[in-house]
């Protein structure tokens, strides 16, 4: 059998070792017809497309993202294709959650923004919102929840009801700050656009670490200019890594697409796809990987912003805004937690 891998996957060359596999280890936005055709399975980030033109007449019969989102994948083409693909929901929802309180904390100590009863609005409440609401409420903030997938969904008679579950219109008016955690499609493409910045309230703060073009970047810039918005924070860019130099010299903290990539996060998505690969083929399931630790040196006050904070990301992004995809390859050791 043989594998193509992102070979920016992290943690997973011991484990695929372990299966006996040809595993070719590529650079995702590289990866052509020509290294798949005579694969039989592929492990991709999001860099890579993957869909006819791609996969077109070749042997491979999986495609697995080790990552939580998949419009990077055509789906649909796979599906009459006869391909089975498998994404990793929730892999990463911790990361991102630990991202945004770092963002949090940030704002409060750098920027004096009061956290305790000042009001966050979550866009989108799946594996990541509902992390991160957990995460403001134990600081203290009342939090507003809007759902624009869900509000079209039959869940949303029994769910929207909730207190917490408002409009986003509602958050518009009402939020402190505003952070997007939706997937990418039709729907929620430019989300944030120049009628939704007019209609805010409260100069909020945004965060988007959801996928770079549900917030309009000309829109946001305005939006900034304007004094509309207090504050930009953007882990996910429009046409990455080809980013908008603006709104990176603009956004108070701009990281290059890492939200979600602590090591717990990667771990658990190099564990899911390997779990469905054997499932797919047949195979037994190796033991599963685990992150490596800290530095035995490292000693942990309790302060959050002591496993990560995104200042340090913020400062290497904005100091070579080329280094885009060499800063996402070559990312640091983070932990979610100590011990």
């Known amino acids: 059998m043989k594998i193509i891998i992102d070979d920016k996957i992290p943690y997973i060359r011991p484990a695929m070792a372990k299966l006996g596999a040809e595993a070719v280890y590529l650079s995702g936005a590289h990866i052509s017809a020509a290294d798949v055709a005579d694969a039989d399975a592929l492990i991709v980030r999001t860099r890579t497309r993957c869909d006819r033109r791609l996969l077109g007449g070749s042997n491979v019969t999986f495609v697995a993202t080790a990552t939580i989102g998949y419009d990077h994948l055509d789906t649909q083409w796979l599906g009459e294709a006869g391909i089975s693909w498998v994404s990793c929901p929730g892999c990463n929802a911790a990361s991102v959650a630990q991202y945004v309180e770092a963002v949090l904390l940030l704002l409060e100590r750098e920027k004096g923004r009061r956290l305790a009863g000042s009001t966050l609005g979550i866009v989108g409440c799946g594996h990541v919102g509902s992390r991160v609401l957990e995460k403001a409420e134990a600081l203290g903030m009342r939090?507003?929840?809007?759902?624009?997938?869900?509000?079209l969904s039959p869940l949303?008679?029994?769910?929207?009801?909730?207190?917490?579950f408002v409009s986003l219109g509602q958050i518009a008016a009402q939020a402190d700050i505003i952070t997007f955690h939706v997937p990418l499609d039709e729907t929620t493409h430019h989300l944030a656009d120049s009628r939704f910045f007019s209609s805010l309230k409260r100069r909020p703060v945004i965060i988007n670490s959801s996928r770079g073009p549900v917030v309009d970047t000309a829109a946001l810039i305005a939006a900034?200019?304007?004094?509309?918005?207090?504050?930009?924070?953007?882990?996910?860019?429009?046409n990455e890594p080809l980013i908008d130099r603006e709104l990176l010299r603009r956004a108070y903290i701009a990281t290059p697409h890492i939200a979600g990539y602590s090591a717990d996060g990667k771990v658990n998505a190099d564990n899911m796809v390997i779990k469905a690969l054997c499932q797919h083929f047949s195979l037994p399931v190796p033991p599963p990987i685990v992150p490596p630790s800290l530095p035995s040196g490292f000693v942990y006050t309790g302060d959050p912003l002591q496993l990560y904070n995104p200042l340090d990301d913020s400062r290497r992004l904005k100091l070579s805004p080329d280094s885009f995809e060499q800063l996402r390859g070559n990312y640091p050791l983070r932990r979610e937690f100590f011990g």
């Open 224 to 238: 900034l200019d304007n004094r509309i918005v207090s504050d930009a924070i953007v882990d996910t860019w429009e």
């Open 143 to 151: 939090v507003l929840v809007c759902d624009p997938p869900l509000s």
């Open 156 to 164: 949303a008679s029994r769910l929207l009801p909730l207190p917490r």
